[in-house]
């Protein structure tokens, strides 16, 4: 049965339910549409028109989000019902009753990823030679080369740990893989538990002879188990893998030094409590019980598998070098007038000067136009002072580096840096430090919000006057994901802008009340009123109205509401929502002018793009772009930042990027009235939306 058919039964079954019927039809719940979303990504493993080890790459991705879901989302919700929270979301739900939703969806969607990757990528895969052998398929050689791997590369870091009066249960750390065994001494009779953790940093799926033909890490591991217990008999051996409370809870209001405690909460981290226990199908019931025991966990935190757990390191296999099994690259350029100014010496600087400058990325190259904007901005000895907010950042940072040298180079330099971006913390911290070392002026924003922003403010003395360059996004200041997200950046000098920019900065960094914006829209007080407002502007114009919404998310409920009411009142709505969706299209009385769709590929849709037809006092359309998205955690607990586009040919390019998007001679989701996904086409049949915006870019590089 597919995906959607299972969703389909799911959503139903919620209809005739009596169980179900305090639940507000209005709304979509949050974390049933997030998985709804993650249901979407996994149907991309069964697309005929994605190349087979992409394939393998996707049923990774929907792996690694699953795991971050469990980590933090299922977290939230057990901590509210051990905190006796009743408080029901927009939809209706309770915390135990969104817990006992989300774990029955997460069980249909782990058996479709299961029937996916065991009837027909692996079976796929082997017909293209590669192949994952138990060992007793090898030959003889083969099994004495993984003999000697073991004994020179694994054995020696193994411990092996047993249960017994001296030795406790032993802890489990997240997302661990570990062998669970039951080990018998032949002469006493007696039987002991023990646990084996496989090395993490060892590949997974280890290759038989420089193939392409590998075996488990767990079943090298398992075939040579008597190398760890002499003298003793293993009688089980199975699988087994915890997933813990992952989520940072730094109160900064009461931490007198932020950084010390989000490092403090980074160790304590490790050791948050189990929300989900993996294991296969097989695993003895007097086995499972020591563990649920040990764990502290119920049965229904158990997830059963048929195919082997953990499938994020699938993306070992997907990296296999094979062109043939692989997206063909598609070129990144240089914005034209990038490019032409390289050709004439003119720095960046001058280009902006002529006009406004936006790039669209990854279609547009990140490092030759937001890392070159900041290494020019380090080196120019005009440039006086460079301000900065950082979110999330690569490893190894170009633009941290360049803010190094800006400051030890006598600029003034300031990093408004948020350590509590999840799952970057330990990075942030870091780079914090070191850019603390070299002189940058390093501030972790404002206290009970995190800096979503994304803006860079350079100040430069020029021929005529000190002018501001700025430069507001919407994605990462990070050159690793900006391979692969879709964004979009826009560099200018406008002097609004300009002073904008430094009342934010001076806001996030100093003393004082919210200035009130001339031209930017910032969260958290301004944003949610604003777009309430161009929302119910264009609901003036009644069936002239038109609204167009490119987000990652939408769930609050007044900007849902709102635009039930632009709906109900003739004005047309299109969203294109990537991920969560709490709002209802197609529901006559309510919604019935709205569109949703999904549009997923092999770029992550992560720009924010708005566009009110009416939304300029002149009547003249209304466009923006920033970080946020229409959801209470970045209207009320963030820094959000929405700039308007002014010049004409950057308009016509969002419209001609929304208009690839809402074709409809696209491979793409709609999202239906009854809560229904479905998807329309696959990319053998249709046509790629993405690939039909790059190749558009490709061929107009001047703007």
């Known amino acids: 049965m597919s995906v959607w058919r299972r969703l389909l039964r799911q959503t139903m079954s919620l209809v005739v339910d009596p169980y179900h019927q305090d639940i507000d039809t209005r709304f979509i719940n949050r974390e049933l549409s997030w998985l709804d979303f993650n249901a979407r990504v996994l149907t991309l493993a069964t697309d005929p028109g994605v190349p087979l080890l992409e394939r393998l790459r996707f049923v990774s991705i929907f792996s690694s989000n699953l795991d971050e879901f469990f980590q933090i989302r299922v977290a939230a919700l057990k901590d509210q019902i051990e905190g006796e929270i009743t408080t029901p979301t927009p939809d209706g739900r309770s915390p135990r009753r969104q817990l006992k939703d989300v774990g029955e969806h997460a069980q249909h969607l782990i058996a479709e990823k299961e029937a996916i990757l065991l009837e027909q990528l692996l079976p796929m895969l082997e017909e293209q030679g590669i192949r994952i052998k138990k ?67 060892l590949p997974r799926f280890v290759s038989v002879g420089g193939s392409n033909t590998f075996v488990l890490l767990e079943d090298v591991i398992g075939a040579h188990l008597g190398a760890l217990f002499p003298g003793m008999e293993i009688e089980e051996i199975h699988l087994f893998r915890v997933t813990r409370n992952a989520d940072l809870a730094v109160d900064d209001e009461d931490a007198e030094d932020l950084l010390a405690a989000v490092e403090s909460e980074l160790r304590r981290r490790r050791f948050g409590k189990a929300v989900r226990l993996e294991v296969h199908d097989d695993m003895p019931r007097s086995m499972l019980e020591l563990l649920l025991e040990e764990l502290d966990l119920a049965s229904e935190d158990v997830y059963r598998h048929r195919s082997f757990i953990d499938t994020t390191s699938l993306s070992q296999l997907s990296s296999l070098d094979l062109p043939a099994l692989k997206f063909v690259p598609w070129k990144r350029v240089v914005a034209g007038r990038l490019s032409a100014a390289e050709e004439t010496g003119q720095s960046f600087f001058d280009v ?95 206290v009970g919000l995190k800096t979503h922003a994304k803006c860079v403010l350079v100040v430069r003395q020029d021929d005529d006057r000190v002018r501001r360059y700025v430069h507001i996004g919407t994605g990462n200041y990070n050159a690793v994901t900006a391979r692969v997200y879709e964004d979009v950046g826009y560099f200018t000098c406008e002097e609004e802008i300009g002073a904008d920019a430094t009342d934010l900065f001076n806001f996030l960094t100093g003393y004082a009340r919210e200035p009130q914006y001339r031209t930017l829209i910032v969260a958290p007080h301004q944003l949610r009123p604003r777009v309430i407002e161009l929302i119910d502007r264009e609901a003036s114009f009644g069936t002239d109205g038109r609204i167009v919404m490119k987000l990652n998310s ?32 197609g529901v006559e009385g309510m919604s019935s002018n709205i569109r949703v769709r999904s549009i997923l590929g092999r770029y992550l849709e992560h720009s924010r793009l708005y566009r009110f037809e009416h939304g300029q006092e002149s009547g003249e359309p209304l466009y923006l772009i920033g970080s946020a998205d229409m959801m209470g955690r970045n209207l009320d607990g963030r820094v959000e930042v929405l700039v308007p586009l002014t010049h004409p040919k950057h308009r016509a390019w969002l419209d001609k990027v929304l208009g690839f998007l809402m074709a409809d001679d696209v491979t793409r989701f709609e999202l239906h009235a009854d809560n229904v996904w479905t998807r329309e086409g696959d990319f053998a049949t249709l046509g790629d939306a993405q690939e039909q915006l790059h190749r558009w870019v490709y061929s107009t590089q001047v703007r």
């Not at 490893?395 to 941290?400: E, F, N, Y």
């Open 135 to 201: 060992i007793h398929e090898l030959n003889d050689s083969e099994q004495a080369e993984l003999r000697e791997l073991f004994d020179l590369r694994i054995f020696p870091v193994l411990t092996p740990l047993a249960v017994d009066p001296a030795h406790p249960f032993p802890y489990i750390s997240n997302l661990a893989l570990s062998l669970a065994l039951q080990v018998r001494d032949p002469e006493s009779g007696e039987h002991r538990f023990a646990r084996v953790k496989l090395p993490p940093n």
């Open 352 to 446: 902006i000067r002529e006009r406004q400058l936006l790039v669209h990325h990854p279609n547009e190259s990140f490092s030759s136009s937001v890392e070159e904007f900041v290494e020019q901005a380090a080196r120019d000895p005009r440039v006086q002072s460079i301000k900065m907010t950082l979110y999330r950042t690569s490893g190894d940072s170009s633009i941290a580096r360049h803010l190094i040298k800006a400051a030890e180079a006598g600029k003034q330099v300031a990093a408004v840096l948020e350590l509590k971006a999840r799952f970057d913390e330990a990075r942030n911290v870091s780079w914090a430090k070191e850019l603390e070392y070299a002189g940058v002026h390093v501030t972790y924003g404002l």
């Open 554 to 585: 939408i769930s609050d409920p007044d900007v849902i509401e709102a635009l039930y009411r632009a709906s109900e009142a003739g004005a047309r709505v299109d969203l294109v929502i990537r991920g969560i969706c709490c709002l209802r299209p």
